[in-house]
């Protein structure tokens, strides 16, 4: 951040590496540039476990390898033991969120708080899990102050990506602990929500929405099982300023590292 330099931001849920190898490419050569790295779907287990929906059990692993330059830090959502089919005992899968921030960047401090916590299916496993949903964060020091980046993965089901009371709820949670932290403040990740919600406008209340903001057609990528079909959700991805954010770009570009499209923000600290 010498000399006020935008300072860059990635966010992506990255599908637990289910297309591995286009994913870290992308990651790589993104990371020259990037100052902090959002991530959801993170699978973060000592070692990898075939499953049958293609997700990488060790992807922190394989994560921070590629981002060497960067320190990560990884909180839990849900996990579960998964069976081995080699006879091994199960090993223990977390699956949360992972944020990785460039070595020698000026932070002040950085947290994860809870949001809600309620039963969800996930796309890894059969069954019903308890699942903690929770906000991670971190704060910038910048010549004028700094600011927050706040990383979030919201609840999946039902998979209409509408309204119902518990993602309203969700949304209500992540103002009350947005609004405890003073100052410009970013809010980005993968919200399983349609635009059109009032979980979405809760959460741009008083904030700028930049997917509106920039006309964003779609978040979602070609490699969606749903892609140009009638099924197709052309939103779950959101990205929100305060308004004494000055946000120098904004980017979705239409690459094909995950079922979701990544975010580009550059922002003036």
């Known amino acids: 951040m010498v000399d006020a330099q ?3 931001i990635v966010s992506l849920n990255t599908w637990g590496g289910k297309v591995l190898q286009p994913l870290l490419w992308f990651l790589r050569q993104q990371a020259d540039t990037t100052d902090v790295f959002c991530f959801q779907e993170i699978l973060h287990a000592s070692a990898n476990v075939p499953l049958d929906c293609g997700f990488r059990t060790d992807l922190y692993a394989e994560l921070s390898t590629t981002l060497h330059e960067f320190e990560g830090r990884f909180d839990t959502v849900v996990s579960w033991d998964q069976p081995r089919a080699d006879g091994l005992p ?3 899968v977390p699956f949360g969120l992972a944020t990785f921030v460039r070595r020698g960047l000026p932070i002040v401090d950085r ?6 916590v309620h039963d969800d299916t996930l796309d ?6 308890r699942t903690a949903r929770k906000l991670q964060w971190i704060r910038v ?11 979030f993965h919201g ?3 039902p998979g209409t990506k509408l309204d119902n009371e518990e993602r309203l709820e969700q949304s209500r949670a992540i103002r009350r602990v947005m609004d405890r932290h003073s100052g410009p403040a970013l809010l980005v990740g993968d919200f399983n929500l349609l635009a059109e919600t009032l979980s979405v406008r809760l ?3 008083g904030r700028r929405n930049l997917i509106a903001e920039y006309a964003i057609e779609t978040t979602r990528s070609k490699l969606n099982p749903y892609y140009g079909t009638p099924q197709e959700q052309k939103h779950a991805n959101f990205a929100f300023a305060t308004p004494g954010l000055d946000i120098a770009s904004f980017r979705v570009p239409d690459v094909e590292v995950s079922d979701h499209l990544p975010m580009l923000i ?4």
């Open 6 to 8: 935008p300072l860059r």
């Open 111 to 116: 947290g994860c708080e809870p949001i809600i």
């Open 155 to 157: 609840m999946a089901r």
């Open 141 to 151: 020091r910048g010549p004028s102050g700094g600011f927050l980046i706040a990383n």
């Open 203 to 205: 959460l741009e209340y």
């Open 90 to 92: 199960p090993i223990h």
């Open 266 to 269: 550059s922002v003036r600290p």
């Open 124 to 129: 890894a496993v059969p069954g019903v899990f």
